[in-house]
């Protein structure tokens, strides 16, 4: 994919990547660059990108800017994936498409800031399994896939609209309230519940059903804990 492909809506920026990890890249320019600073990476088998937030609310509000930015790219995948084939999430950070490990989803908040501060930025990274042309027997990893083996339409179509998905979901936020987006991301929890409801108490994913209840780890602690990623990309 070439920059000038790629087309973003106002107030992005596209910036190239300039090392291997997009989220380390993007926090280096978020004190600099501010909001909008959309880092691209694209290396054999990966496609990569992070976008640069400045919150107004206090962090312990602000971080479900996560869950916005995981509802973003589940729905930009999904309007550009073939059809009838579900996009999931394993909590809090994974993404699957058709059951498969597909990427997932990172985070970063300014360093030194306290739950009841506003950061000074955070960054939403996404990483997917662009293709696995690498592999002499692709067959031999049955839990993972591909954009490519799966025909999703070209990367700067999933990245220009997850970026204009963000923007829509930022500005139901605002005026509509959390609910109104945070209800996406629900509805795409593997696995899916049948009897019951999710819904979120601040920061935790909560569970009611028949039988019980369950309450998960606060956001920023189970990020991570899906085990989707290595440490150079999504497992394959």
Not at 225 to 234: I, K, T, Y
């Given at each position: 994919m070439q920059q000038?492909?790629l087309?973003?809506?106002?107030?992005y920026t596209l910036?190239q990547?300039?090392g291997?990890?997009?989220l380390?890249d993007?926090a280096?320019l978020a004190?600099?660059?501010?909001?909008?600073?959309?880092v691209?990476r694209?290396a054999?088998?990966?496609?990569?990108?992070?976008?640069?937030?400045?919150p107004e609310q206090?962090l312990n509000?602000?971080q479900?800017?996560?869950?916005l930015?995981?509802?973003?790219?589940?729905?930009?995948?999904?309007?550009?994936?073939?059809p009838?084939?579900?996009?999931?999430?394993v909590w809090?950070d994974?993404?699957?498409?058709?059951?498969?490990?597909?990427?997932g989803?990172?985070?970063r908040?300014?360093?030194?800031?306290?739950?009841?501060?506003?950061?000074?930025w955070m960054v939403?990274?996404?990483e997917?399994?662009?293709?696995?042309?690498?592999?002499?027997?692709?067959?031999?990893?049955?839990d993972?896939?591909?954009?490519?083996?799966?025909e999703?339409?070209p990367?700067e179509?999933i990245?220009?609209?997850?970026?204009?998905?963000?923007?829509l979901?930022?500005d139901?936020?605002?005026h509509?309230g959390?609910d109104?987006?945070?209800?996406?991301?629900?509805?795409?929890i593997?696995p899916p519940?049948?009897r019951?409801?999710?819904?979120?108490?601040?920061?935790?994913?909560?569970e009611i059903?028949?039988?019980g209840?369950?309450?998960y780890?606060?956001l920023?602690?189970a990020?991570?804990?899906?085990?989707?990623?290595?440490?150079?990309g999504p497992?394959?």
């Amino acid at each position: 994919m070439q920059q000038d492909t790629l087309k973003l809506p106002p107030p992005y920026t596209l910036v190239q990547a300039l090392g291997t990890d997009v989220l380390e890249d993007a926090a280096a320019l978020a004190p600099e660059m501010g909001a909008g600073a959309l880092v691209l990476r694209q290396a054999p088998g990966l496609l990569a990108f992070a976008v640069v937030l400045e919150p107004e609310q206090p962090l312990n509000v602000a971080q479900m800017a996560f869950v916005l930015g995981m509802t973003a790219l589940g729905d930009a995948l999904a309007a550009h994936c073939p059809p009838a084939r579900p996009v999931r999430f394993v909590w809090p950070d994974e993404l699957r498409y058709d059951k498969a490990r597909l990427g997932g989803g990172r985070f970063r908040v300014a360093p030194g800031c306290a739950p009841d501060e506003v950061p000074d930025w955070m960054v939403f990274a996404a990483e997917l399994i662009a293709d696995r042309d690498h592999l002499q027997d692709p067959g031999e990893f049955p839990d993972s896939l591909s954009l490519k083996e799966d025909e999703f339409d070209p990367p700067e179509s999933i990245v220009a609209t997850f970026a204009s998905y963000l923007m829509l979901y930022f500005d139901r936020w605002a005026h509509d309230g959390l609910d109104a987006v945070t209800n996406r991301y629900l509805m795409r929890i593997d696995p899916p519940l049948l009897r019951g409801v999710r819904r979120f108490e601040g920061d935790r994913l909560v569970e009611i059903t028949p039988s019980g209840g369950k309450r998960y780890p606060p956001l920023m602690e189970a990020m991570g804990q899906s085990g989707w990623r290595g440490d150079a990309g999504p497992k394959l």
